[in-house]
């Protein structure tokens, strides 16, 4: 796709459930990044990956929050027993080689 | 550690006039990228323009312009002829180490008045 593409937009879902946010990035964008944003705050960076692997995972808060890039493209962020504190907006960006970060819509988590 | 300091939380400008937001860092990198995004109510992060700390020309991109002054450590964004579009959030960030990952501010709420 031409942009960075992020599903669902929006996700409700109720405390101590699983789920799951998908990230589709830019064609040969090699370096992912998840980022985390609470109402009035800027991004807060989570993980990032290089190919498949994750290269940077600390910015993940716990151990209920783990992400996945098993064939370098798509990647998955999953939170496990949700907490209401964990809803905010989640942004995915990929990169090219060359630099910069080009940004997802978002996925809205609310945990009520 | 890096960080970003944004100090304000609001700004309003009149359509057509020029307006500075604000921005200081701190790193301990010798090279390092300064970046500024707008936010719109939409929640897109859209990028606008971006600054490497050994670029001797400020950055310029249209009406967007970064003030780059790299011994007080500032980058401030400068957008001329201002319109009722430029209303959203900006976010100025930089680049922290090997990963490139994002330093961001707590950004700058900017409304265009007509």
């Known amino acids: 796709g031409a942009g960075v593409s992020q599903t669902p937009s929006n996700k409700v879902t109720e405390k101590g459930k699983y789920v799951e946010l998908r990230c589709d990035p830019i064609?040969?964008?090699?370096?992912l990044y998840w980022y985390r944003q609470s109402l009035g705050q800027g991004p807060e960076f989570l993980i990032y990956?290089?190919?498949?692997?994750?290269?940077?995972d600390s910015g993940l808060p716990n151990d209920r929050f783990f992400a996945v890039r098993p064939e370098g493209s798509v990647s998955t962020l999953k939170i496990q027993r949700t907490e209401r504190g964990d809803s905010a907006v989640y942004l995915c960006?990929?990169?090219?080689?060359?630099?910069?970060?080009?940004f997802g819509q978002g996925t809205r988590l609310t945990v009520v | 550690a890096q960080k970003i300091t944004q100090t304000q939380p609001g700004m309003f400008v009149q359509e057509k006039e020029a307006v500075t937001l604000d921005c200081t860092y701190d790193?301990?990198?010798?090279?390092?990228?300064l970046f500024w995004y707008k936010q719109p109510s939409s929640g897109e992060m859209i990028f606008l323009i971006y600054?490497?700390?050994?670029?001797?020309q400020n950055a310029t991109e249209g009406r967007y312009s970064l003030n780059f002054q790299k011994a007080r450590k500032s980058a401030n964004l400068v957008i001329s002829a201002s319109q009722l579009g430029d209303s959203a959030m900006y976010f100025c960030?930089?680049?922290?180490?090997?990963?490139?990952?994002?330093?961001f501010g707590t950004g700058t709420l900017l409304a265009v008045q007509p």
């Open positions: 064609s040969g964008h090699t370096a």
């Open positions: 600054q490497g700390s050994y670029d001797e």
């Open positions: 960006a990929s990169s090219p080689a060359t630099g910069g970060a080009f």
């Open positions: 960030a930089t680049d922290g180490g090997a990963t490139n990952k994002l330093i």
């Open positions: 790193t301990s990198d010798q090279s390092y990228g």
């Open positions: 990956f290089q190919g498949t692997g994750a290269a940077d």
